[in-house]
């Protein structure tokens, strides 16, 4: 799948700040294999500044949300040497609650990696 989104349209409600003109052309993909690569997706994001100002010192970061079916019995944790973000159930059944479905005996993990990180477009 590829998409593109920007700053550029509605009001920014939950900031109140101004769009800066940042345009993020995005692509999601997944692999279908007999391994560990099965289950995972990966995501590409080209940001392009269409804004007129130089951006100095910039940083972003990617939101995941880390329910696991019932939420309010994961956790979150991370592993600096690999650069790796990830959440988990806390015991081995992850049951129903307050209307999350649980995902019952031996729960999934998830982590989050960044492959590759940024670099400057010549």
Not at 51 to 78: H, I, M, R, S
Not at 94 to 101: E, I, K, T, V
Not at 104 to 114: E, I, L
């Amino acid at each position: 799948m590829w998409w593109i989104f920007n700053d550029k349209g509605n009001i920014h409600t939950e900031t109140g700040g101004d769009p800066i003109g940042m345009e993020i052309r995005a692509q999601a993909f997944a692999f279908a294999t007999n391994d560990e690569v099965n289950s995972m997706t990966f995501y590409n994001y080209e940001l392009i500044n269409r804004g007129t100002q130089t951006l100095f010192e910039t940083y972003f970061g990617c939101f995941t949300d880390g329910a696991l079916g019932d939420p309010y019995d994961d956790y979150v944790g991370c592993d600096v040497n690999r650069g790796l973000a990830y959440y988990y159930n806390g015991d081995n059944f992850d049951g129903d609650n307050s209307g999350y479905l649980g995902y019952g005996n031996s729960p999934p993990a998830v982590g989050v990696d960044f492959f590759e990180g940024p670099y400057p477009r010549l």
